[in-house]
């Protein structure tokens, strides 16, 4: 498969698993109307080893988030 989700939901939290044939970045993003505009995002930067939490205000880059409620658990990538 190009792209798998997982996710749980325990004690408040939510947790998410991502694994995706991507190369540089992998992002995920929810909203209430379904789309962009409005979406809350996360973004993994392989180069930095970073998980940005970010919003996005239409079909453009990101803007990142003051509050950077995202945490990353690990990430990497496989050729």
């Known amino acids: 498969s190009d792209f798998l989700l997982a996710w749980t939901i325990a004690d408040e939290r939510i947790r998410v698993g991502i694994q995706a044939k991507a190369a540089g970045w992998v992002g995920f993003g929810v909203s209430e ?28 880059k990101p803007t ?16």
Do not use: F, P, R, T
């Open 33 to 60: 109307a379904g789309g962009m505009k409005g979406a809350d995002v996360m973004y993994y930067e392989v180069a930095s080893g970073q998980l940005v939490d970010a919003y996005a205000m239409g079909n453009e």
């Open 64 to 79: 990142v988030d003051a509050c950077q409620s995202w945490v990353l658990q690990s990430g990497k990538q496989e050729d």
